[in-house]
C-alpha cells in the first residue's frame, strides 16, 4: 500500500499567473487571464499601464497642441456653443479657465477611469448575478473590466505617435485623435448626436467588449451568450444616454 501511495500520481498543481503574464495574456490568450481572476482580483498591471500611458498622452499634448488648443477644438464642434460663448463679455477667460480644467482632467484621466470603471463593475456585476444566475465576486469584475480595457491604450500610443509625427493641431480632438472609428471621419455638418454614436463604433472598444464578454462569462461562471446579454446590453443602453446628451446640446 505504501509503494501504491508514493507511485500515484499527485494531483496537478494550479497554475498562477504574474501581473505581467495577465497583461500579455489580456491580447493573446484573455481565457487565460480572465480564469487566474478567480484566484485573486488584483489589476495593478492595466492601472500602472493607464497612469503611464495617460501621462505620455497629456504630456505630448502639451508640448505638441496646447492646452487652449484642444478646448477650441472641442468648443468647435458645438457650434450653438461656441457661439455662445464667443457672445460673453468675459469669453476669453472662460476659454482659459477650461482649458486648464481640461488639462487637469486629463493628467488626472486615470482616477476617472477608475471611477467610471466602479459604477459600469457593478451593473456587470449586478445583472450578471442577479438577473442570469452568476457567482461572481465584485472584485472579480472591476478586475475583468481593468484588464479588458488595456487594449483602448493603443489608441492612444498611437494618437501619441501621430501627435509627435506631426498632426495638425487644428484637426485634433482629444477624445477622438486618432481615425480607428467611423465618427472620426465625420465633419460638423453632421448632427453631433450621430458623430457622437459612430465614435462608439470603435476597433479598440468593440476589441474591448469582446474581452468583456470573455472576461464576465469566465469568472461568473455563465454561458458566452449570457455574458455577451449582459455586456453588449448595458453598452448600448449607455451609448445611447451619451447620444441623448449630445442632441441635447445640438
Not at 129 to 148: C, D, E, L, P, R
Not at 154 to 174: E, H, Q, V, Y
Request: aromatic share 12%.
Amino acid at each position: 500500500m505504501s509503494e501504491l501511495a508514493e507511485t500515484a500520481p499527485s494531483a496537478p498543481l494550479e497554475t498562477t499567473l504574474t501581473e505581467t503574464q495577465r497583461v500579455i495574456d489580456a491580447f493573446v490568450a484573455p481565457t487565460k487571464t480572465f480564469t487566474d481572476i478567480r484566484r485573486k482580483a488584483t489589476f495593478w498591471g492595466p492601472l500602472i499601464i493607464m497612469i503611464i500611458v495617460g501621462i505620455g498622452y497629456s504630456f505630448s499634448i502639451q508640448q505638441k497642441i496646447g492646452w487652449e488648443r484642444v478646448f477650441e477644438n472641442n468648443l468647435n464642434q458645438v457650434p450653438a456653443k461656441a457661439e455662445k460663448i464667443e457672445s460673453q463679455p468675459n469669453a476669453e477667460t472662460i476659454k482659459a479657465v477650461s482649458a486648464k480644467f481640461t488639462a487637469a482632467a486629463t493628467y488626472g484621466y486615470f482616477i476617472i477611469i477608475l471611477v467610471i470603471t466602479a459604477l459600469y463593475a457593478l451593473l456587470l456585476w449586478a445583472t450578471a448575478n442577479f438577473g442570469f444566475g452568476g457567482t461572481s465576486k465584485y472584485s472579480q469584475i472591476y478586475a475583468v473590466s481593468m484588464y479588458s480595457g488595456l487594449v483602448i491604450n493603443i489608441k492612444f500610443i498611437l494618437a501619441i505617435i501621430a501627435i509627435f509625427a506631426g498632426l495638425a493641431p487644428d484637426s485634433f480632438l482629444i477624445n477622438n485623435p486618432v481615425g480607428t472609428n467611423i465618427g472620426y471621419y465625420l465633419s460638423t455638418d453632421f448632427p453631433l448626436w450621430l458623430r457622437s454614436f459612430c465614435a462608439h463604433l470603435d476597433i479598440f472598444e468593440i476589441w474591448s467588449l469582446i474581452l468583456t464578454v470573455i472576461g464576465v462569462s469566465v469568472v461568473a461562471k455563465v454561458s458566452r451568450g449570457k455574458a455577451a446579454a449582459v455586456v453588449i446590453g448595458w453598452w448600448i443602453i449607455l451609448v445611447l444616454v451619451g447620444v441623448g446628451f449630445a442632441a441635447a446640446q445640438g
